[in-house]
């Protein structure tokens, strides 16, 4: 995984050649790199994490993999845009855009993230984002495709996924944002 800075800089970098100002949110317990935002012209806004799990390995039946083929990115992509691009008003998570789908394939060619894929039958069951910023694990782009019988023990298995790559990292926690 790389260095905090060097995922900062890329950030800025991408959002320069869009002509947009970059937008982070921090939690109480990442105060610390306010300054580092603010000295490099980030929007800071502050949010507590949704979620944080720093409990047993989760017990899943299930393994996701991680994605790694054309195939695999192709699936992950396909998953995230069928279930984010027709948002109904009462969802809580925005409709995502092209840019953002955009965003999520660029992501599948860093190595600033790891993403892992679980499929039930042929069909993409569910997918998820690992990203690392210091010591905090992040669960990203939690994507399941709920129609599918198994959704919810595929869903566990992404995020089992996750934490497994977390602990490996050496983290004790990490948060779903």
Not at 1 to 17: C, R
Not at 150 to 171: L, P, T
Request: glycine residues 2%; hydrophobic residues 40%.
């Amino acid at each position: 995984m790389a260095s905090p800075l060097k995922v900062i800089g890329a950030l800025k970098q991408d959002f320069e050649g869009i002509n947009r100002v970059p937008v982070i949110y921090l939690s109480n317990d990442q105060l610390h790199n306010l300054s580092d935002f603010q000295k490099m012209n980030f929007r800071v806004n502050f949010t507590e994490n949704w979620f944080r799990f720093d409990g047993e390995q989760i017990d899943t039946k299930l393994t996701a993999s991680e994605v790694k083929t054309p195939k695999e990115k192709e699936d992950f992509l396909t998953l995230v845009w069928a279930v984010n691009h027709c948002r109904k008003s009462d969802n809580y998570v925005d409709e995502i855009s092209e840019e953002g789908l955009n965003a999520v394939k660029a992501s599948l060619e860093s190595d600033l993230f790891t993403h892992f894929i679980i499929y039930d039958e042929d069909k993409p069951a569910s997918i998820a984002s690992f990203a690392l910023c210091n010591d905090n694990a992040m669960i990203l782009n939690l994507t399941t495709d709920v129609t599918l019988p198994n959704a919810d023990e595929c869903r566990r298995a992404v995020i089992a996924a996750c934490q497994k790559k977390s602990r490996e990292m050496g983290c004790s926690t990490f948060s779903f944002k």
